[in-house]
């Protein structure tokens, strides 16, 4: 599926030591996703990579047992164990005539007695052009030449409820309806229905205009379909639990309107018909439990012929009026379906928790190193149900070095300590005199509550000032406001040249990075100044 290139260039974290790409080069904050873009300008966005977040997945047999619950999933599972051992079809592999009654009450489309309305067939036909699709049934010739239908080879594992085959099977009905939903709503009106197909074809044949305006539409609809399914799966990857319905006017909004503006007049309809478009494609998704809709109620829409609906106005509505113009939600299902197709087309679409596999070393890395990453979800999963003390004894051995990332894994490391609790105490008072931790050490320590911890002496303190700049530069990506507040804590006191004197001589690879950040972003031009002078002198010495 294509993903989505928001226009978000990403910050630089300095020369010399910060060349590594880190994700604050990326803009992970970025609550609709963000993408590699660092150094890159507007002519080369387009080849840029597409960062897809992390999710929260149910297991295998979980979705599985969602999958089966499907109702049309569940009807094309119950019509195949119906074919047995054979049923007789007709010549195109549908049911026969006599047949489609007796099957719609047997889905429980019809009552039991009495007339079976004609949508109940309509919909039993459809369960069973699934179920053939999903080769659910196979079809076949008697040595008579009767056309009949037996049950497939997938029948008896799907039943019993073998998480990889009935995920393989919903994902495959998943990738039919959507490609459904889309050659339908690429048709013009008039030529919907049954009927509609042929006279598109016999048209196709005779004006190959008319065939490549059919194969336009088609994309742009698919392409519509999977940028409006990427944007709800990032959307749900970073809403709080219970948050995830989306107003359709709000994802459409999301489609059309440039980050940071204002939508003219002009984008409102372009969002009106952007609605219209995606209302009945997420009617058909909802079918296959994708997502959960409730489409645009129809009373909004104008009567009178040739007219648009009015979905979109300047009006603020209530929560039950808004709900008339439709509202989405992402299922596990759907999530899952998502990611399975991002990851066929090549995107890296990571699950949280994937990182905290291994040891403390690995998991700091990880998280340090990729680019679309929940550090706090990674380190949750991580210390669950670990042994506070030994835990923490691994994060900060991991935490040490001089490398590119050494900030960001103590701040890392520190917010895992958090995370641990008091149980991590004493682990912690044993690099108290580490030059690397012990001034952070102490000041988690502090922060608990202790009252017996050291002052650091005036290395360890201008050492753990410089680190803790540089962990949020590298981490904000140069977030100016964020800076700002770090740099107004500074202790620079009376003396500033003589501060900054000291500062300039700490021994750490981003201390004229961070002198240098000061010099540009400090208010006081005086303290500027000579924190630019310090960061000249910072460079000279190496």
Not at 237 to 249: H, I, Q, R, S, Y
Request: hydrophobic share 45%; net charge negative.
């Amino acid at each position: 599926m294509a993903g989505r290139r928001r226009k978000n260039a990403g910050a630089s974290a300095g020369e010399g030591a910060a060349e590594a790409v880190l994700p604050a080069d990326l803009e992970l904050q970025d609550l609709y996703g963000a993408f590699a873009a660092h150094g890159l300008d507007d002519e080369d966005l387009d080849d840029a990579a597409v960062l897809v977040p992390p999710v929260k997945l149910p297991s295998e047999s979980e979705l599985a047992e969602q999958a089966k619950a499907v109702p049309m999933f569940g009807y094309a599972l119950a019509l195949a164990r119906w074919a047995a051992p054979h049923r007789v079809v007709d010549e195109f592999g549908d049911l026969v005539e006599e047949d489609r009654a007796p099957v719609a009450r047997l889905l429980g489309l019809a009552p039991a007695e009495g007339e079976v309305p004609e949508e109940a067939e309509v919909e039993a036909l459809r369960a069973w052009s699934l179920a053939c699709d999903l080769d659910l049934v196979e079809l076949g010739m008697t040595k008579e030449g009767e056309h009949v239908a037996v049950p497939g080879p997938d029948l008896e594992p799907a039943e019993q409820g073998d998480a990889e085959t009935v995920l393989e099977l919903w994902l495959t009905a998943a990738g039919i309806v959507r490609e459904l939903a889309v050659e339908a709503d690429s048709l013009p009106e008039e030529e919907a229905g049954e009927e509609g197909e042929e006279r598109a074809a016999g048209a196709d044949e005779e004006d190959e205009d008319a065939l490549s305006e059919v194969e336009e539409a088609r994309d742009a609809a698919a392409e519509l379909l999977d940028e409006a399914l990427q944007v709800l799966y990032e959307t749900t990857a970073f809403a709080e639990p219970g948050n995830e319905t989306v107003p359709l006017g709000v994802l459409a909004a999301l489609l059309v309107v440039p980050e940071g503006e204002e939508p003219s007049e002009e984008l409102l309809g372009d969002i009106t018909d952007v609605m219209v478009a995606l209302d009945p494609m997420l009617g058909d998704l909802a079918e296959l439990g994708l997502l959960e809709y409730r489409p645009i109620d129809p009373e909004l829409f104008d009567e009178e012929e040739g007219e648009e609906p009015a979905v979109v106005g300047d009006e603020p509505l209530d929560e039950e009026e808004s709900a008339r113009f439709g509202l989405v939600r992402l299922t596990p299902l759907g999530q899952y379906g998502i990611r399975q197709w991002l990851l066929e087309d090549g995107y890296d679409a990571p699950l949280v928790g994937e990182l905290a596999q291994g040891d403390a070393a690995e998991l700091l890395r990880g998280v340090c190193e990729s680019a679309n990453v929940l550090p706090e979800e990674e380190l949750r999963v991580w210390v669950a149900g670990r042994d506070p003390e030994p835990a923490a004894r691994e994060l900060l051995a991991a935490a040490r070095g001089d490398d590119a990332y050494g900030p960001l894994r103590r701040m890392l490391c520190v917010s895992a300590l958090d995370l641990l609790g008091a149980g991590a105490e004493p682990a912690v008072r044993e690099v108290l005199d580490d030059p690397e931790l012990g001034g952070a050490a102490r000041a988690w320590l502090s922060a608990l509550g202790a009252s017996d911890v050291p002052v650091p002496d005036r290395t360890m303190a201008l050492w753990t000032v410089v680190d803790t700049f540089a962990a949020q530069l590298l981490d904000s990506g140069g977030d100016a406001a964020l800076l700002r507040e770090l740099i107004a804590d500074l202790p620079v006191k009376g003396d500033p040249a003589s501060w900054f004197g000291e500062l300039w001589r700490v021994d750490h690879p981003y201390t004229a990075d961070v002198l240098e950040a000061i010099g540009e972003l400090h208010t006081d031009r005086a303290l500027a100044k000579e924190a630019r002078k310090a960061a000249f002198k910072a460079r000279s010495k190496g």
